[in-house]
């Protein structure tokens, strides 16, 4: 009889100490018992080729640092990272490396400047101290039309969607700033609008004093003329005097139109003498001309920019609609 909770178990056959040796494997734990750290060893010796894959889209250089001969793997930023870089990155993983160089496929050196986005489209050659080895690189798939299309209509999507939930607090955040620049602009140029006006005024009342004098002058010039033909001389006297007096009023229009390149017309020199009067009436004044003009300038391009930013492309309303707001 058997105790209870015991069960019998078959034997097993007995072997020799020979065998048992060579069955059994024993493992001794060194170091702190709390902490374990494993290495995994690969059965399979690496090569010492410089192997290129890609993973997650970026590009994976691994090859054997001459050194140490461990495998390391390089992570390449293709349009971030250049040869020079890749290069410098190597030999900083293993002083042992003195030289390091990249060349084509037939020979030829490739600068260190060089994208290494630009170098993985082709085989090439990497060189590092004397070992010389041969890189194939692997060709990328390139995207199907459908892809390609696809990936389009999800770049249109998001601008879209974009647009419809910032673009318009924008417009509004930028119509409120061209709002306030344009007050902060008026408020600047009132003052000197106010004495522009009083400047202009006084320069129309001074050129229009100047015409009615003109014609006062000539109007005295006749009336001599007359005097003289008809109660002092006679006709045949004053007739040569008329005559060059003609002569020289043609020679002052000629002189004038040599010195100012207009033709003499009344309209032009009232608008000239206008501006001689105004300019010197500016300088008595003290106004500044620069400040104002580009006062001014900029007020236009903020009303541009406002009227630019309330066009209805911008804001998607009716034409009308965009008249009664402004």
């Not at 580009?294 to 008249?323: F, T, V």
Request: hydrophobic letters at 35%; aromatic letters at 10%; proline letters at 5%.
């Amino acid at each position: 009889m058997l105790p209870a909770g015991r069960w019998l178990l078959p034997r097993l056959p007995r072997a020799s100490p020979a065998s048992t040796a060579a069955q059994i494997l024993c493992v001794r734990l060194t170091g702190n018992r709390t902490y374990h750290q494993s290495r995994l060893y690969s059965v399979r010796v690496p090569s010492d080729e410089v192997v290129i894959n890609y993973r997650y889209g970026l590009p994976m250089i691994t090859l054997t640092l001459p050194s140490r001969q461990e495998r390391c793997r390089f992570t390449v930023k293709p349009m971030l990272t250049t040869v020079g870089s890749f290069l410098q990155d190597v030999q900083n993983e293993d002083r042992g490396i003195k030289t390091a160089a990249v060349f084509s496929t037939d020979g030829n050196s490739i600068p260190t400047s060089t994208p290494m986005e630009i170098l993985l489209m082709n085989d090439f050659k990497l060189m590092i101290n004397d070992m010389t080895y041969d890189v194939q690189c692997p060709r990328k798939e390139k995207l199907s039309s459908e892809h390609t299309t696809d990936m389009d209509d999800i770049r249109a999507l998001v601008q879209r969607m974009f647009t419809a939930l910032h673009v318009e607090e924008h417009q509004v955040k930028t119509e409120h700033s061209l709002l306030e620049r344009i007050e902060e602009l008026k408020e600047q140029l009132q003052p000197m609008e106010e004495l522009k006006a009083k400047i202009e005024a006084g320069s129309e009342a001074k050129t229009n004093r100047l015409l009615w004098t003109g014609l006062a002058l000539m109007s005295t010039q006749g009336g001599i003329l007359a005097w003289l033909t008809w109660w002092v001389y006679s006709w045949d006297i004053m007739e040569p005097v008329t005559y060059f007096i003609t002569f020289g009023s043609s020679m002052t229009f000629f002189a004038y139109f040599l010195l100012t390149r207009q033709d003499y017309s009344y309209s032009l020199i009232k608008n000239r003498q206008f501006l001689y009067f105004f300019h010197k009436r500016l300088k008595k004044k003290d106004f500044d001309v620069q400040q104002y003009n580009k006062l001014k300038e900029d007020l236009e391009e903020a009303e541009e920019s406002l009227q630019r930013l309330r066009q209805p492309l911008y804001l998607r309303l009716p034409i009308q609609e965009i008249k009664g707001k402004n």
